[in-house]
């Protein structure tokens, strides 16, 4: 997807914002603790292992860090637009 696309999608999205050169999807997701934290990462794994396209992320404590991009495609693609839908609804 070329980066103007990117930015274009990424602006759709909620708190979702564009890597330099439209590369990969970030977003840093916060919750009321670890648990809740650990549940949402819990909830996306089992997501992204059944469309097998895994995100880049960490987590500390009540944080999550989120990278998305298809390697396999060098950038931004389709897949990494519904990861990031779904990870939104995932944190309600």
């Known amino acids: 997807m070329p ?3 990117v930015e274009a999608e990424t602006a759709r999205l909620d708190g979702w ?3 330099e050169g ?3 999807l970030l977003k840093t997701f916060h919750f ?3 648990a809740r934290a650990f549940g949402f990462m819990a909830a996306v794994a089992v997501h992204a292992e059944r469309r097998n396209h895994h995100p ?3 987590n500390v404590y009540s944080t999550v860090e989120v990278r998305l991009s ?3 495609a060098g950038g931004v693609t ?3 637009l519904e990861l ?3 990870m939104d609804e995932a944190a309600g």
């Open 32 to 34: 009321a603790d670890f």
């Open 56 to 58: 880049e992320w960490s």
């Open 78 to 80: 389709e897949r990494d």
């Open 84 to 86: 990031a839908r779904f």
């Open 3 to 5: 980066p103007e696309a």
């Open 22 to 24: 439209g590369r990969a």
């Open 17 to 19: 914002r564009a890597e």
């Open 70 to 72: 298809s390697h396999d």
